[in-house]
């Protein structure tokens, strides 16, 4: 398959691989930001196959693991009211809420449906007349053109019982809540390929010029990643700060105008509560008024929701970049994908998934004892 198969040509990537390790001089910590390339990352193996001294750290990158557990739990409340019919991709049934998941609403006798595009929430709420059909809308830019559109639809078609409860979540500014935050120690990124295909690179620079990290569009397979890496650290090496593109044939620095066109539409800016990390000033989105009567949150007022996070869940930190996977003391444990504490272990997208699927329960040794 064209764009696929040649990107996962063994013999390229340990070309790439030994590059980097002809010019690697000194330790690095990169941040990889999407859940997809922390999977491929591990998946592949390319975090053992650098050399010593790089650290691939991973990001929150993940929209399911950032979803605020309050929220999940809005999402849990509506799915059990009567003549509801709670649709959503399929990651969200199993993220724990407070007290339950949607899978077990589902369980219950609750309408909970999986669908693989909000456009197809249209269909469901024509057929269903006497019910409320709410799509939960979560995501980074990558999904928000297409739930734009599902709610730009059914007010030009008059759909009265469709709505979406929306945590929308953008990536540049959590980029700049994490180098501001002390704990957070990560000199190079690598950002999401397809985030950047709709949103184009002009959000980055500035960002670049705050805190003189390289930040390199990278794709999702092993030779996109390894290629990523290589341009990240060669900046670092050269004392280069720059936003570079190695995703180019998907990524153009202007992105892709009829998706932003349709985003700026429906949505604006809001400040947005991440899971694990706290409130971001403008890193979210949220229906603009005149697409409020489409708003779930608006349509179905349940007051405040007390939530309970697990005492021994840190998928805070995880999301972070401060801790490893296996190295939170649940990872395997308490926590498990049929058990899940957290998002992250239940996501298809979800650093502590990745671990426990590809057999990582060991912590790495740390530089001052690998020797």
């Not at 000199?187 to 002009?202: I, K, P, R, S, Y």
């Not at 009567?293 to 179905?300: G, I, L, P, V």
């Not at 401060?322 to 979800?350: D, H, I, Q, W, Y």
Request: proline share 8%.
């Amino acid at each position: 398959m064209k764009h696929v198969t040649e990107y996962r040509d063994a013999r390229r990537v340990r070309e790439v691989l030994d590059e980097i390790h002809r010019i690697t001089t000194r330790p690095w910590r990169l941040m990889e930001v999407c859940g997809g390339q922390t999977h491929s990352i591990i998946r592949h193996g390319i975090d053992q196959l650098l050399p010593p001294g790089i650290d691939m750290i991973h990001g929150p990158g993940c929209p399911v693991c950032v979803t605020p557990q309050a929220i999940i739990d809005q999402a849990i409340a509506i799915a059990a009211m009567p003549d509801t019919i709670m649709v959503s991709f399929g990651d969200m049934l199993r993220v724990p809420g407070s007290h339950r998941d949607l899978f077990q609403v589902k369980a219950e006798g609750g309408d909970v449906r999986v669908v693989y595009s909000p456009l197809e929430c249209l269909k469901i709420a024509q057929e269903n007349p006497g019910k409320e059909v709410v799509f939960f809308g979560v995501g980074f830019e990558t999904t928000a053109p297409a739930n734009a559109m599902a709610v730009f639809q059914a007010k030009q078609q008059g759909i009265p019982n469709f709505s979406m409860l929306v945590s929308h979540v953008r990536v540049p500014p959590v980029l700049d809540a994490l180098m501001s935050a002390p704990e957070v120690q990560v000199q190079g990124f690598l950002l999401a390929g397809h985030v950047c295909a709709v949103m184009g690179t002009w959000e980055y620079p500035p960002l670049v010029e705050k805190y003189r990290v390289p930040m390199v569009v990278t794709g999702f397979e092993p030779l996109d990643v390894t290629r990523g890496i290589y341009m990240a650290v060669r900046q670092l090496e050269q004392g280069r700060a720059e936003v570079e593109n190695a995703y180019e044939r998907v990524v153009v620095p202007q992105g892709n105008a009829p998706a932003m066109a349709i985003i700026n539409e429906v949505f604006e800016t809001c400040d947005r509560e991440w899971r694990g990390i706290g409130s971001i000033p403008g890193s979210g989105w949220q229906l603009k008024p005149t697409y409020a009567a489409y708003d779930a949150a608006k349509r179905f007022p349940l007051g405040h929701v007390q939530t309970i996070e697990s005492n021994l869940c840190h998928a805070g930190d995880v999301l972070k970049g401060v801790l490893k996977p296996n190295e939170c003391p649940a990872f395997g444990k308490e926590c498990t994908p049929r058990r899940p504490l957290g998002a992250p272990m239940v996501s298809s997208e979800g650093a502590c998934a990745a671990y426990y699927n590809f057999g990582r329960f060991e912590a790495a040794p740390s530089l001052d004892t690998a020797s």
